[in-house]
């Protein structure tokens, strides 16, 4: 079937002349031409972004994002109003222009504006001089302008470059960081290998969940490391950086000085270490890096979803070396936890959130830190679209809301009955059994609850799927797992890996 070339064309997004401004019959054209479809641009971006932020954040901010205009190397994103786009541009942006230049081929500046005043964004860009053009600052310049009255917000995030202190985040130090009995152990860690590189802890291998706060803990060890002494030479990476810079330099035949590179830190932090697993270059070289560190009496740091001994493919000399030092779990934030990062989030963005508000959120069972600060966002924003004050009232309104639902539509009663005896490797004869066995009460209980809070199906149904078990125990189950989700980390890690299988299975 042919396609219009003027609306759905099947352009290439990865061209370079799509911005140049050439028409396809060679003519030069007066103003900069869009032949890119931009709403297929804008899906691969979306696609892109979903992998790389919280499934909360995603929804709540960058799903409901859109191409305004492409003029030159300038693409203006829109949002639906004010605030989404303001806080689109000061969490999202990197990421966002990140994603729009892998997909172009090309480096772009993103700007931001509420849908419709996309003009006036532009208008406020000014014509670069040769001279600022050859700035690398330049683009941070022109887009760092005052909010106008019309809505079109200016940029506040740096380049996409890694800062000049070793690719640390200016915003994730110690004074944000907040502290509780979940993370308490990995923070005191850290705070050791910051004041003392190269002694107590070498490595420090942290690990946790996902938005728990693994890379907070990372660029707060390189910020306050520098405090005490500028002159230490400090790198954050994460695990694809690194990988990606060894295969770069065995293509350009740069081995040398990458290894020149890498072997003269003085605290090196690497983030993610897992996806290096089964990758036999980049874990020789990381292999070989660490033991120069080490042996120079350098420090290093790595953080990962799982402990070593978890990680598959990981070469057994690989998980030797990271066994040798200091293991800190970072585990989910109990209710006072949650309760202390959102008081700490209401202060950052200066705001007065009430006591029950407060509450409310904290008891909502959110896996990760991430979740947490994405349901507050949902109310800010919500609070703020609609003029209304912040009560409990709202709160409850803005997280009972249609994208959860429709994820709850999404999974069945099979789904969280499989994946609870996948993660408890019991049978599902066990669950719908009469063994009365701790090790089968706890899945079978569990699997009540996310039954309840992952599905659609009414107690009646939970029940027969678990035997034919009437409704009184089917609630007595759920009763129990919230009493204990409170007090027992073990439980809320259960829980919410479990979860997470979940989510994933739904997105896939």
Avoid: C
């Amino acid at each position: 079937m042919a396609r219009h070339d003027t609306t759905d064309a099947d352009h290439s997004v990865g061209t370079e002349h799509a911005l140049n401004g050439s028409s396809n019959g060679g003519h030069e054209s007066t103003r900069p031409a869009e032949p890119v479809d931009t709403r297929k641009l804008w899906k691969f971006v979306l696609l892109e972004l979903e992998r790389k932020v919280s499934r909360t954040a995603f929804d709540n901010w960058v799903r409901h994002t859109a191409i305004g205009k492409i003029e030159g190397d300038q693409v203006v994103v829109t949002g639906p109003n004010v605030f989404s786009v303001q806080t689109i541009q000061s969490r999202y942006a990197n990421h966002i222009e990140a994603a729009l230049s892998s997909q172009l081929g090309r480096t772009v500046s993103a700007h931001f504006a509420v849908a419709g005043q996309e003009a006036n964004a532009l208008n406020r860009i000014k014509p670069a001089s040769s001279s600022s053009r050859s700035d690398s600052n330049g683009s941070a310049q022109r887009r760092g302008q005052a909010a106008s009255a019309e809505g079109s917000v200016g940029m506040k995030q740096g380049r996409l470059e890694p800062a000049t202190s070793g690719g640390l985040n200016p915003r994730l130090r110690y004074d944000n960081y907040v502290v509780g009995s979940s993370n308490q152990l990995a923070h005191a860690a850290s705070l050791a290998v910051a004041e003392n590189p190269g002694h107590l802890y070498n490595p420090l291998f942290v690990y946790g969940g996902v938005g728990l706060g693994k890379t907070h803990l990372l660029h707060s060890i390189g910020h306050r490391a520098l405090e005490l002494n500028a002159s230490l030479t400090i790198l954050y990476v994460t695990s694809e950086t690194f990988t990606n810079e060894v295969i770069n330099a065995i293509r350009s035949q740069k081995m040398d000085d990458f290894r020149a590179r890498y072997r003269s830190i003085d605290i090196l932090m690497i983030d993610d270490i897992q996806f290096i697993a089964g990758k036999e270059s980049t874990q020789e070289e990381f292999f070989h890096t660490f033991n120069t560190l080490y042996q120079n009496g350098k420090h290093v740091v790595i953080s990962s979803d799982k402990p070593p001994r978890a990680i598959a493919s990981l070469e057994e000399r690989m998980r030797s070396r990271f066994e040798g030092g200091l293991i800190a779990d970072v585990q989910s934030p109990d209710y006072e936890m949650r309760t202390a990062i959102l008081r700490a989030k209401g202060e950052e963005l200066k705001v007065n959130l009430p006591d029950d508000v407060v509450q409310y959120v904290a008891h909502k069972d959110q896996t990760n830190i991430r979740e947490l600060e994405g349901a507050l966002n949902k109310i800010l924003m919500m609070a703020q679209l609609y003029r209304r004050p912040l009560t409990l009232q709202l709160a409850m309104e803005s997280l009972t809301d249609a994208s959860i639902s429709q994820r709850r539509a999404g999974v069945t009663i099979q789904d969280v009955v499989s994946a609870v005896t996948t993660y408890f490797k019991v049978s599902e004869k066990d669950l719908s059994g009469r063994n009365r066995k701790r090790e089968i009460v706890v899945p079978r209980q569990i699997a009540m609850y996310l039954l309840r809070e992952e599905t659609t199906a009414p107690l009646k149904d939970i029940g027969r799927a678990l035997g034919d078990r009437d409704h009184t125990t089917v609630l007595h189950g759920i009763e129990k797992v919230e009493q204990n989700l409170e007090k027992d980390s073990v439980l809320r890690t259960q829980v919410m890996a479990i979860r997470e299988s979940l989510i994933t299975r739904t997105r896939t």
